[in-house]
């Protein structure tokens, strides 16, 4: 069984959808929903995270308990308030999300002592922006330098320089994202792929993720249009997510990054036809 690490973000999502003023509340963040992703589709997952030892992680632990996803190293840190996002979406399934970080934002030198020996042990790491980002490239680079694979998921948008990637590094974002990191919004395939080829002078492959009109893939100077399949769109938020997940449970199979990427175009697909970041059971 293929062993992933996902470092990255745990918050509580309030979901407003169209015409209601109450919110539905679901688990979320970038980090647990791609845990929880990757252990549907058969990984076994490490997920590492930082929470308040409030109420909120309270139900984000709980969560994950029933999901079958150890908690031993997600941590509670007294004084700290648990993330949290406020989603309201249109009646076509597009999330506006506020996002609030709180104890995602805290992780230090106790935290980087505590993970390392899981990236040891790990095929795989999954990262995210959504946690501070000296952090991220500290654990990017040395995953790089034992050699693991990496997805990194280049969201939310937050202005940084993006490091040199390796050859394992697999770089993946929407085309919101790379629209903020290039200035080329991909409104089709032609300037979609524009955008990835300047992200490509920092990584080796690089996946743009067009929501219903599937991905871009561009790896070794080519580039592949993806189709995605077509479903009703319930809720978009966590479908990207999902896309990691899948990517890096694929291409942990030995599939080549073509058939990884469409596999995960079709799991990414599937998470929007449910409400809520982690709500797909379908994987």
Same mark, same amino acid.
């Given at each position: 069984m293929c062993k992933i690490l996902v470092a990255g973000s745990l918050c509580v999502d309030y979901y407003y959808p169209a015409g209601r003023d109450i919110p539905l509340i679901f688990p979320g963040g970038k980090g647990g929903n791609q845990a929880v992703a990757a252990k549907r589709l058969g990984a076994d997952v490490w997920l590492f995270a930082v929470v308040g030892a409030d109420e909120g992680g309270?139900?984000?632990?709980?969560?994950?308990?029933?999901?079958?996803?150890?908690?031993?190293?997600?941590?509670?840190?007294?004084?700290?308030?648990?993330?949290?996002c406020l989603i309201r979406l249109s009646a076509d399934g597009e999330g506006n999300i506020q996002g609030y970080p709180g104890a995602n934002l805290h992780w230090g030198q106790a935290e980087w002592e505590k993970v390392l020996p899981l990236l040891k042990k790990a095929?795989?790491?999954?990262?995210?922006?959504?946690?501070?980002?000296?952090?991220?490239?500290?654990?990017l680079h040395a995953a790089e330098a034992l050699g693991k694979m990496v997805i990194l998921n280049l969201g939310p948008p937050r202005r940084t320089e993006l490091p040199q990637l390796g050859e394992k590094t697999f770089l993946v974002l929407n085309a919101q994202e790379a629209g903020f990191h290039t200035q080329i919004f991909p409104e089709d395939f032609a300037s979609a792929k524009k955008a990835a080829s300047i992200l490509r002078k920092k990584a080796h492959h690089v996946v743009i993720t067009l929501g219903s *009109?599937? &991905?871009?893939? !561009? $790896?070794?100077?080519?580039y592949w249009h993806l189709e995605a399949p077509k479903k009703e769109v319930v809720d978009t938020t966590g479908a990207g997510d999902a896309f990691c997940a899948a990517l890096a449970v694929a291409l942990l199979r030995e599939e080549t990054l073509?058939?990884?990427?469409?596999?995960?175009? *079709?799991? &990414?697909?599937? !998470? $929007?036809?449910?409400?809520?970041?982690?709500?797909?059971?379908?994987?």
């Open positions: 309270a139900f984000l632990l709980q969560h994950l308990k029933k999901e079958g996803i150890s908690t031993d190293t997600v941590f509670q840190k007294p004084h700290l308030n648990t993330g949290y095929d795989c790491l999954l990262l995210q922006l959504e946690i501070p980002l000296p952090f991220v490239w500290k654990l *009109r599937g &991905a871009l893939l !561009a $790896t070794e100077g080519d073509q058939e990884a990427a469409s596999f995960a175009c *079709r799991a &990414a697909a599937e !998470a $929007t036809t449910v409400l809520g970041a982690q709500g797909s059971t379908n994987l």
